[in-house]
């Protein structure tokens, strides 16, 4: 209860959740804050019956209930029943128990790094910098004396077929991730993830696949073309080796 300027006159704060745009989540999530504060007002939250790590939620959405685990090391997991927390690893169920647990802040400090190095992962180290800029170069004060010493050899650098493009799912007709096989999308045509979810690396390689009616033969590609992944190490190794910050870059359009 706060106390007007009054001094006499009480007012009962009913929120139990709090201001959204505080929390640190990306906008995308304020369905499931809202649905999290609807839930903890409804005394959605039980503890469950056999198991004290785990907790019993009600479902806004369907006569179901979700059981959510709060691990020993501090991570919140919802049950598989949960569609948005297997898509963005955070839902109004697993907020709601952390409230009550009073861990939320720390629930959200973990989801919002995860989601930061989810971002960091794939850009370059020219990143922030204007176009066309260059890095400074010290000037010397003096030529030193190299007699005796060969000059080092120049590395070959990376052609330009091995480099991962990153690029906009709505910049491509990508449905599915070239290395774990996951769709993104059900058509071209329809709408990319949220951020930071709708981004993918391209790459153009001789294309594996299976002509319909012929699982059995594999065919090869005769030239490279684009296939995508997601920015996932995962994703990367399924395929043909592993993927590195050296020959990722931005598009440049």
């Known amino acids: 209860m706060e106390q007007d300027e009054q001094g006499s006159n009480f007012v009962v704060n009913d929120d139990p959740l709090g201001d959204f745009h505080i929390s640190g989540l990306p906008e995308y999530l304020l369905g499931s804050w809202n649905n999290a504060r609807k ?3 409804l005394g959605g939250v039980s503890n469950h019956p056999t198991d004290d790590q785990k907790f019993v939620v009600i479902s806004l959405s369907q ?6 685990h709060v691990q020993p090391n501090g991570k919140v997991i919802c049950d598989r029943e949960c569609f948005r927390f297997k898509g963005h690893k955070i839902c109004a169920h697993t907020i ?29 180290s020219s990143s922030g910098k204007k176009p066309g800029q260059t890095s400074r170069k010290r000037k010397k004060s003096h030529k030193r004396d190299t007699t005796g010493w060969d000059d080092i050899p120049l590395e070959t650098p990376t052609a330009k077929s091995n480099e991962y493009e990153v690029v906009f799912v709505r ?21 990319p993830p949220p951020p930071p979810y709708d981004i993918f690396l391209c790459q153009h390689e001789r294309r594996v696949y299976k002509k319909r009616g012929n699982p059995v033969q594999v065919n090869i590609s005769k030239q490279g073309e684009a296939v995508y992944y997601h920015p996932l190490q995962k994703c ?18």
């Open 171 to 191: 910049c491509t007709r990508a449905t599915t991730c070239y290395g774990c096989g996951g769709k993104v999308r059900q058509k071209p045509s329809s709408d």
């Open 96 to 124: 709601s128990v952390s409230k009550k647990q009073n861990i939320l802040d720390a629930f959200l400090s973990h989801h919002i790094s995860n989601v930061d190095r989810v971002v960091q992962c794939v850009m370059p």
């Open 39 to 41: 839930i903890l007002k």
């Open 236 to 253: 990367l190794k399924q395929k043909f080796g592993v993927g590195s910050p050296d020959n990722i870059r931005l598009c440049e359009q």
């Open 63 to 68: 006569p179901i209930v979700h059981t959510v």
